[in-house]
């Protein structure tokens, strides 16, 4: 093979790899808008994240919601963005290694909220403001967390879409819920590389090498790492969707509603 013929056949493995839905854009045009970060909540002082409160606020306010779901150790989906319950609940166990009524006593950050379940959620939310769902696992690949998901969300009536770091997990709402809005998180590729325990598939996921197996809707992206050249090149190519994680400024808020469109943002309140 030339040189040529090389270079040509890396840019089309290189393009089969990293391109999203063509679709996306035309899919998420009804999720455009804000999305309280775990809710609308305070950094934990009297209104923790992914709290009963911190949505109830959101939904008050008219912002969409961005939550996090786990696998209980009886098979329900809690409401925690953490593996632990240590940061939030001060307690050194898994939400995996307890079942729903067990987590449903934990309270959170000293105060009298405690884990929701996933369908207590959506009930209080009811459709009033749109969700995104991202879907935790403990171990990549694993999709229990997903399919718990489609069981709850297949009945409710209010707009919804899913996100997850785990590939798989999208891929599984891109193979079995094919008209479910999908998106890909991922990160800088300085912070997958000095993360502690980081692993390859961390790196793929961070230069945006794993959309041959979700092909997202949208592309969930640190927006303080737009930097990465590969991130630029498939906007720059593509057009996708684009998420912006976690906005913490009205200033970057109001900057960005120029070039996303869905703004995760958190510890201010943006003019909608």
């Given at each position: 093979m030339g040189i040529a013929a090389a270079v040509l056949?890396?840019?089309?493995?290189?393009?089969?790899?990293?391109?999203?839905?063509?679709?996306?854009?035309?899919?998420?045009?009804?999720?455009?808008?804000?999305?309280?970060h775990r809710g609308l909540h305070d950094g934990n002082r009297?209104?923790?994240?992914?709290?009963?409160?911190?949505?109830?606020?959101?939904?008050e306010a008219g912002y969409g919601i961005e939550l996090d779901v786990r696998l209980t150790?009886?098979?329900?989906?809690?409401?925690?963005?953490?593996?632990?319950l240590l940061r939030l609940c001060g307690r050194e166990e898994y939400v995996r290694d307890l079942t729903m009524q067990e987590l449903s006593a934990c309270r959170l950050a000293g105060t009298e909220e405690t884990v929701p379940s996933f369908a207590e959620v959506l009930s209080l939310v009811?459709?009033?403001?749109?969700?995104?769902?991202?879907?935790?696992?403990?171990?990549?690949?694993?999709?229990?967390?997903?399919e718990q998901a489609w069981a709850l969300l297949r009945d409710y009536r209010g707009p919804w879409c899913v996100?997850?770091?785990?590939?798989?997990?999208?891929?599984?709402?891109?193979?079995?819920?094919?008209?479910?809005?999908?998106?890909?998180?991922?990160?800088?590729?300085?912070?997958?590389?000095?993360k502690e325990g980081s692993t390859r598939g961390e790196w793929l996921l961070s230069y945006l090498l794993v959309?041959?197996?979700?092909?997202?809707?949208?592309?969930?992206?640190?927006?303080?790492?737009?930097?990465?050249?590969?991130?630029?090149?498939v906007r720059a190519l593509f057009?996708?969707?684009?998420a912006a994680w976690t906005v913490r400024s009205p200033a970057d808020a109001e900057a960005l509603k120029t070039t996303h469109d869905l703004i995760i943002f958190e510890a201010f309140r943006p003019e909608k």
């Open positions: 056949a890396f840019l089309l493995l290189f393009l089969f790899l990293v391109f999203p839905n063509p679709r996306g854009r035309e899919r998420c045009r009804a999720f455009r808008g804000l999305y309280a009297e209104i923790p994240e992914n709290s009963r409160a911190a949505f109830h606020l959101a939904v150790q009886d098979g329900q989906l809690a409401v925690h963005h953490d593996a632990s009811d459709g009033r403001v749109p969700l995104i769902v991202e879907i935790k696992a403990d171990r990549l690949g694993d999709t229990k967390t997903a996100e997850s770091f785990d590939p798989f997990a999208v891929r599984w709402f891109r193979k079995h819920v094919p008209q479910a809005v999908r998106g890909q998180l991922a990160d800088d590729p300085r912070r997958s590389r000095e959309h041959f197996l979700s092909r997202p809707d949208f592309i969930a992206y640190n927006y303080k790492a737009e930097g990465n050249p590969v991130f630029r090149l057009h996708p969707a684009l």
